[in-house]
């Protein structure tokens, strides 16, 4: 045991199962977030005060409406396909195993699937208990028949594309690699959100809150599910670190 060993070995708590503790603080987790969504959009369906709010935001999507063009029209079209639910499942089946091979264990490509289906539910709950009615403009896109309030498509976003740069920040050797992946994928949810916005699909804080709801559920899911940075090493491999001039293998 070397002298630079880590107080609980990180193959132990990588290979650590997840366990009823795990589930409750994941079920927890989304009752709260749960919560405090319907808060938001109850108020903003019902409450007086907020009525304001509606007005401006309404404003807002008549502005988009009237300044769309056919090359807004393709890019925006893009920007919500790549949060499209298609696109989210094709992405996290590939990924599921991609992440397996390449790390060599399950708790990624699990943690991809909690942060994926986890933001999914509390999705469903929430927009089938506000029933807020979409912008009234013209919608570039079949309305589904969940509610405004949240956007799915941001949360989606936020969920998955920040799973994958938080995987890819974690564990990949070349850091200059996983920094450019991570932005890129940190790009991902604005692009969404405005394009849903732009689209007549959604009001400002339909993808405001939908983007908190996805980042608060992916921190749960990061924080009870994700095994602590190992930079590529895969279960069962000595962690190598510098000393000096030489490096130091831990087992």
């Known amino acids: 045991m070397s002298a630079f060993s880590d107080p609980v ?7 650590a199962p997840l366990t009823r503790g795990s589930a409750v603080r994941l079920v927890a987790g989304g ?4 919560l405090a969504l319907i808060a938001v959009g109850l108020t903003l369906t019902h409450a007086s005060w907020a009525h304001g709010i509606v007005v401006q935001e309404q404003r807002i999507s008549r502005w988009f409406a009237a300044h769309r063009t056919p090359t807004l029209d393709t890019l925006t079209h893009i920007g919500t396909l790549l949060a499209e639910t298609y696109t989210v ?3 996290c089946l590939v990924l599921f195993f991609v992440f397996r091979r390449w790390l060599g264990r399950w708790r990624e490509s699990i943690g991809l699937a909690v942060a994926i289906l986890g933001e999914l539910f509390i999705f469903l709950l929430v927009t089938n208990t506000v029933h807020r009615p979409r912008p009234p403009v013209p919608r570039l896109d079949p309305a589904p028949p969940t509610s405004s309030f949240p956007s799915g498509h941001t ?7 920040g799973c994958i740069a938080v995987i890819v920040l974690r564990q990949m050797v070349n850091r200059r690699l996983a920094v450019v992946i991570a932005v890129l994928c940190w790009c991902v949810p604005p692009i969404v959100a405005v394009s849903r916005v732009y689209r007549g699909m959604h009001y400002p804080t339909d993808v405001f809150f939908g983007a908190l709801g996805g980042g608060l ?4 899911a990061v924080i009870v599910v ?8 895969r279960a069962g491999q000595p962690e190598r670190r510098s000393a000096g001039k030489g490096a130091i293998t831990v087992r």
């Open 226 to 233: 994700l095994p602590p940075a190992t930079y590529g090493r």
């Open 217 to 220: 559920w992916l921190l749960v």
């Open 155 to 161: 949360a989606a976003a936020v969920a998955l594309y």
């Open 9 to 15: 070995p990180r193959d132990r708590a990588e290979a």
């Open 89 to 91: 499942i094709a992405l």
């Open 31 to 34: 009752l709260v977030i749960y």
